[in-house]
């Protein structure tokens, strides 16, 4: 084949594979499905497996928030934080059912399920993500800083809400030794590792700017961006609401 019949060939393949290849944007996010598991209990595995295969949707962002209430039962869950069980039973006030329990997913800050269901949760998805969340957010990195743009799908929105950037690890395996899983390899994704709030919104178009640190924490490798609704309590603290935006961050690095 002579030099000017393969420089035909390549341009013409370059052509052919043009459309083919073109990337389209990512899906937008539709829900965040939390999961709150737990090294120490033998019904968790399954639900774990569960959030490893919701994950890969992409209009899915699937959490794992490992819980400390079990520590007792003879093994201390290596990824676990009070917080996160606190977070959990915020959830279960603000609902008004008082339901906590392992392994439970809580859906876009307000339906649950118990977190190996999997035709509960895709029905509450479908029923709380149908029509996407009320704001879109879109997250640019730039100098140090992490800017987080946000609009309102619905000019009425009037609800209080706070930013948030959640670090995750993306993948983790930890082995257990004791306890009702004793002898079991457990998998996880995207294992939350902190929490950090950078600032507020009000419903109207805004654009925020948080240091890029806020995204690191110890063992991270990525993170996400959560828009939610604040509700006061009774008890003089704030609960977590219904969800109202969210955003993936880059890549795990």
């Known amino acids: 084949m002579s030099a000017s019949t393969r420089l035909l060939a390549a341009?013409?393949?370059?052509?052919?594979?043009?459309p083919a290849t073109a990337q389209t944007p990512p899906a937008a996010p539709k829900a965040v499905?939390?999961?709150?598991?737990s090294q120490g209990c033998s019904s968790c595995p399954p639900a774990d497996a569960l959030i490893i295969e919701l994950s890969k949707d992409p209009g899915l962002i699937a959490l794992t928030l490992p819980v400390t209430y079990w520590d007792y039962l003879g093994w201390k869950d290596?990824?676990?934080k009070d917080s996160f069980a606190k977070r959990q039973k915020f959830y279960a006030k603000a609902r008004g059912d008082g339901q906590v329990y392992t392994p439970q997913v809580v859906i876009n800050g307000a339906a649950h399920a118990i977190?190996?269901?999997?035709i509960e949760i895709e029905k509450a998805v479908k029923q709380l993500g149908g029509t996407g969340f009320s704001a879109t957010v879109a997250l640019k990195e730039e100098n140090g800083s992490l800017r987080i743009r946000i609009d309102p799908k619905d000019a009425?929105?009037?609800?209080?809400?706070?930013i948030w950037v959640v670090p995750t690890t993306h993948r983790a395996t930890v082995p257990v030794t004791r306890g009702e899983?004793?002898?079991?390899?457990l998998s996880y994704v995207n294992v939350v590792r902190g929490m950090v709030r950078v600032g507020d919104w009000n419903g109207e178009a805004a654009t925020i700017t948080a240091p890029l640190t806020?995204?690191?924490a110890a063992e991270a490798d990525s993170y996400v961006v959560l828009v939610q609704?604040?509700?006061?309590?009774?008890?003089g603290m704030t609960m977590p609401g219904a969800i109202l935006g969210a955003a993936h961050g880059p890549a795990p690095r």
Do not use: H, W
């Open 11 to 18: 341009i013409v393949a370059a052509f052919a594979l043009g």
């Open 33 to 37: 499905i939390e999961l709150f598991t």
């Open 78 to 80: 290596t990824l676990g």
């Open 229 to 235: 609704a604040e509700r006061p309590s009774k008890y």
């Open 181 to 185: 899983n004793q002898g079991r390899t």
């Open 156 to 162: 009425g929105l009037t609800e209080t809400a706070g």
């Open 115 to 118: 977190g190996s269901d999997k």
């Open 214 to 216: 806020a995204t690191q």
